[in-house]
């Protein structure tokens, strides 16, 4: 398969969060099927939804080039995720590492294990800070607005 691009939202609220996004960018890179082209700035950002008093996010994005399909890619990153220590756990609490992807090129998936784009990516300035850091200009490819026009309409309706 010729590669196609990706992006993957990288949270982490748990442990030593800048190490545990260090170790599953350097697990996504595996240069067979996965190669990193790109990563945003890490942003500090307060934890959105879930329980309540849960430590401070550190999110990120990458950019990366894959031959595997996003089923795939999403069983890779789920294995990346259990290899770094997660543990299922209730919905939106605190993880060592959670690796979502965001988008798959231009493809749009609907079904019961996953949904690209990411269903709560244009309501989220914790992921689309660093997404349009490194994609500023990437159309969403259901509403076809960019990264950073959803950016300031997030800001601006305040949905974080
Ligand atoms: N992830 C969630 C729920 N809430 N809040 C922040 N700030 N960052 C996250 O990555 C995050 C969250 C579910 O995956
Ligand atoms: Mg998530
Ligand atoms: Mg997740």
Same mark, same amino acid.
């Given at each position: 398969?010729?590669?196609?691009? %990706?992006?993957?939202?990288? *949270?982490? !609220? ?7 996004? =260090? ?9 067979? %099927?996965?190669?990193?082209? @790109?990563?945003?700035?890490? $942003?500090? &950002? /307060? ?11 550190? !999110? ?5 080039? &894959? ?7 999403? =069983? @890779? ?11 299922? =756990? ?11 992807? /965001? ?9 019961? @294990? ?8 244009? &309501? ?11 994609? *500023? ?6 509403? =076809?607005?960019?990264?950073?026009? /959803?950016? @300031?309409?997030? !800001?601006?309706?305040? $949905?974080?």
């Amino acid at each position: 398969m010729i590669p196609v691009t %990706s992006y993957v939202g990288i *949270g982490s !609220n748990l442990g030593t969060k800048r190490t545990a996004i =260090a170790s599953a960018l350097s697990y996504l890179d595996d240069r067979r %099927s996965i190669w990193i082209e @790109r990563v945003s700035s890490l $942003y500090e &950002t /307060l934890p959105q939804g879930g329980p309540k008093g849960q430590p401070l996010y550190l !999110n990120a994005a990458a950019k990366i080039s &894959t031959t595997l399909t996003p089923f795939d890619l999403l =069983a @890779r990153c789920k294995e990346i995720e259990r290899k770094l220590g997660r543990r299922p =756990a209730v919905r939106w609490g605190p993880r060592i590492i959670d690796l979502d992807i /965001l988008l798959y090129d231009t493809l749009i998936v609907m079904s019961k @294990r996953l949904t690209i784009p990411h269903v709560l990516l244009h &309501t989220r300035t914790f992921v689309l800070q660093p997404l349009a850091e490194i994609a *500023g200009r990437k159309k969403h490819p259901v509403c =076809a607005q960019s990264m950073r026009s /959803l950016l @300031r309409s997030c !800001n601006r309706l305040q $949905y974080h």
